[in-house]
Every structure is written in C-alpha cells, then in structure tokens.
C-alpha cells in the first residue's frame, strides 16, 4: 500500500486501543466464566435457607433478588459475591460465624417470589387445618462431629453443642459410657440424631474447641443411604414395599432360626 493511502496515525492508534480493549474484554469474560464454574462446582458444601429445594432446583430457581437476606433478622443469610466460593448472588450462611436462629415464623421463606424456598417443606398442617410454619422441619444441613478432636472424647466435661442445640436431648443426645483410658470416669459425649439434626449450626457456634469440632454439612454430603434392597421391618410402611415384590412372602428357615433368640444367645454353640 503507497504511504499516502495508509490510515491517518490518530485512526490507526484507536484502532489499535479498540482491538487491545476488546482483548482485555474478552479475557475479563473468560476469567469471570470461569470462577463462575468454579463457585458452582464448590456449591455442594454450601448451607442454603430453611425451606430451601434440593440444590440443582433451588439453583434453578433462585433469581438472586436478596429478599430472603433482607427478612433475615439476625443478618445469618448472605448473598455470596465472587470469592465466597458460592454461586454469586445466591443465598447462604456460614455456622461459625452466624448460625440460623431458627425463628419460629421463618421470615426469610415468605419473601420469595420464586418457590426456591418452599414454604411447604418447613410447614405442618394446624388444627384448624390451615399449614403452619414449623421451623423443626427444617433440613439445612446436618451436624457431624469430629470424635478425634471434641474434648468430650477425651474425657473432659464439656456439653457446650449440647446446652446450644434448640432442640435439646432430641438433635443432640450425651450418650455416657466407661472411661476406658482412666477406668475411673464416665465419658459424656454427643451424639447426632440425624433424622430430627436441622442443620441450623448453633452447635458449630458454641462449639469451643479453636476449630469447631462439630460442623454442619448439607444432607447430600453428610448423610448415608441404605438403598432399596434393606427394609426395617418395624417399620410398617417400609415393609409394605415387600408386597410387590417377587417372592417377598416367603421366609427362610435355618437350624438356628428354629430356636428361641433367647436360647441361641444363651447357647455356647455358635
């Protein structure tokens, strides 16, 4: 190209800053894309409102409008920002820092517009047959303790999960039993009742250890699961899932199932 068909330089210099700005955007983009994935795979640890839906529907929900985080009178709830290790704007609370207080009208969970927090899974049915809030439904989490590091494992006195949990001797229950280690103290130790446990953190909070050795953990990554092939028998409606199952009538006989439980137990041959 001749010299005097080459682009004035001013021309050539925007064209260079808008090529170089582009870049810059498109990296910012990509960089922003990517902590976003990031935060969104790290969700599975996150501990979300009372009333919450499972994670991939509550995500799916959620339009991050921060109503649920307005309501909450003991500033619990957050909206996580980049960085927090939560997908942003979405709603979550740290235990250790400040638990859910379990208010009995959960005013969090009427503010969304939404349904990601459903006021269904937190709610009974009354007397007068209109639902109630019930904020002992909630399953925000479960709590899970650490025996290598709670005090109480190792003999010392301490029931501070247990005088903090709001659902006193029913979450969280201090089981007694010989102290092998001094053969002259009794251990006190909490124990979990995961099934009535709402993950509300109170006991992480109290908790005094430098690191709280018991902490909640959202039920997917906490809790176990049978599966389908066992049944509790004293359970009535657990065992009614045999009915349709082929052969579910039939019983097994053994030599050892001829005897009384008693008598088997008592016996010196096994």
Same mark, same amino acid.
């Given at each position: 190209?001749? $010299?005097?068909?080459?682009?004035?330089?001013?021309?050539?210099?925007?064209?260079?800053?808008?090529?170089?700005?582009?870049?810059?955007?498109?990296?910012?983009?990509?960089?922003?894309?990517?902590?976003?994935?990031?935060?969104?795979? +790290?969700?599975?640890?996150? @501990?979300?409102?009372?009333?919450?839906?499972?994670? #991939?529907?509550?995500?799916?929900?959620?339009?991050?409008?921060?109503? %649920?985080?307005?309501?909450?009178?003991?500033?619990? @709830?957050?909206?996580?920002?980049?960085?927090?290790?939560?997908?942003?704007?979405?709603?979550?609370?740290?235990?250790?820092?400040?638990?859910?207080?379990? %208010?009995?009208?959960?005013?969090?969970?009427?503010?969304?517009?939404?349904? +990601?927090?459903?006021?269904?899974?937190?709610?009974?049915?009354?007397?007068?047959?209109?639902?109630?809030?019930?904020?002992?439904?909630?399953?925000?989490?479960?709590?899970?303790?650490?025996?290598?590091?709670?005090?109480?494992?190792?003999?010392?006195?301490?029931? *501070?999960?247990?005088?903090?949990?709001?659902?006193?001797?029913?979450?969280?229950?201090?089981?007694?039993?010989?102290?092998?280690?001094?053969?002259?103290?009794? @251990?006190?130790?909490?124990?979990?009742?995961?099934?009535?446990?709402?993950?509300?953190? @109170?006991?992480?909070?109290?908790?005094?250890?430098? $690191?709280?050795?018991?902490?909640?953990?959202?039920? #997917?990554? *906490?809790?176990?699961?049978?599966?389908?092939?066992?049944? $509790?028998?004293?359970?009535?409606?657990?065992?009614?899932?045999?009915?349709?199952?082929?052969?579910?009538?039939?019983?097994?006989?053994?030599?050892?199932?001829? $005897?009384?439980?008693?008598?088997?137990?008592?016996?010196?041959?096994?």
């Amino acid at each position: 190209m001749a $010299k005097d068909k080459l682009p004035p330089l001013g021309e050539r210099r925007r064209f260079l800053l808008q090529t170089l700005q582009g870049l810059g955007l498109a990296t910012l983009g990509a960089l922003t894309w990517s902590a976003y994935i990031d935060e969104a795979s +790290a969700s599975a640890l996150v @501990l979300r409102p009372p009333g919450a839906r499972i994670e #991939e529907d509550f995500l799916s929900m959620c339009i991050r409008c921060g109503l %649920c985080v307005n309501a909450c009178p003991y500033d619990t @709830l957050k909206l996580a920002r980049a960085g927090d290790n939560v997908p942003v704007g979405t709603p979550y609370f740290t235990a250790r820092e400040i638990p859910c207080y379990m %208010c009995k009208d959960i005013p969090c969970v009427p503010p969304c517009p939404t349904g +990601a927090l459903d006021a269904s899974l937190v709610s009974k049915m009354a007397k007068n047959g209109q639902p109630e809030f019930d904020i002992g439904m909630a399953k925000m989490g479960v709590a899970v303790i650490d025996s290598d590091q709670c005090i109480a494992f190792w003999g010392v006195q301490c029931d *501070a999960c247990y005088r903090a949990c709001p659902l006193i001797n029913e979450a969280i229950i201090i089981d007694q039993s010989r102290n092998d280690r001094t053969g002259k103290h009794a @251990l006190m130790v909490p124990r979990i009742v995961g099934d009535v446990c709402t993950g509300c953190g @109170l006991c992480e909070k109290a908790c005094v250890t430098e $690191k709280a050795s018991i902490f909640v953990l959202p039920l #997917e990554i *906490a809790k176990g699961k049978a599966g389908s092939n066992y049944i $509790k028998g004293w359970d009535e409606k657990d065992e009614d899932r045999l009915k349709d199952q082929k052969g579910g009538g039939e019983i097994t006989h053994t030599p050892t199932s001829a $005897k009384k439980p008693v008598d088997y137990l008592n016996s010196e041959e096994f």
